[in-house]
């Protein structure tokens, strides 16, 4: 119990950095929570976690196939994916904004966080990487563990988009610039230090 409890965590956190980071299912949240208030935000990522059920289960497919064979290069690729990706995220908190002014998108919230999952690039990289090292490291205890690691993934998904969506509702943002680039920054450097633990283990 204790370790789904720590797996689940582990997950919250790496998908908070994921989910933190400005990106266009972002800007579709914003842009739906302006139209249609704070229950914008689950909708939108209720589309964005479609998509990631169809990618989680050909991760599963592939790490059942070729656990053993490529485990070590799917830790190698999503420990460096993970430090770069941490670097990157500090380097862009000095400038990141959740102004709605950057809004734009389709009207359907769930088809705009399928679609803006789809045609980002992040997405497939960081799920072809860093996410399906992280499922091939979970499964190994058991399938309950993938599922852990999922629904923490999930979790921070939807709680930050659901935060961001009441913000926009309200008229303002519940965090600073000044907070938000904080946390980004945090979030960056956690990136980096659990890519290097990854590191080490191969």
Not at 21 to 45: E, Q
Request: aromatic content about 12%.
């Amino acid at each position: 119990m204790y370790r789904l409890i720590e797996v689940f965590f582990i997950a919250f956190t790496i998908g908070l950095t994921g989910a933190l980071a400005p990106g266009p299912t972002l800007v579709a949240t914003i842009n739906s929570s302006l139209k249609g208030g704070w229950i914008m935000g689950p909708k939108v990522i209720l589309g964005h976690m479609a998509m990631e059920v169809v990618v989680f289960l050909l991760v599963l497919r592939g790490v059942a196939l070729a656990a053993e064979s490529y485990s070590r290069a799917v830790a190698l690729v999503g420990g460096l994916a993970l430090v770069a990706f941490g670097a990157l995220t500090i380097k862009g908190s000095a400038g990141a904004s959740i102004s709605r002014s950057e809004a734009s998108g389709t009207a359907n919230p769930y088809l705009a966080g399928v679609l803006t999952s789809a045609a980002n690039p992040y997405f497939w990289i960081w799920w072809l990487s860093i996410g399906s090292a992280l499922i091939l490291d979970s499964i190994r205890a058991g399938l309950i563990f993938a599922a852990a690691f999922m629904a923490g993934h999930w979790a921070a998904d939807l709680g930050w988009y659901t935060l961001v969506a009441g913000s926009v509702q309200q008229g303002r943002n519940v965090l600073s610039e000044r907070s938000y680039r904080r946390v980004l920054g945090l979030c960056g450097a956690f990136l980096m230090l659990f890519g290097i633990y990854y590191l080490t283990r191969v």
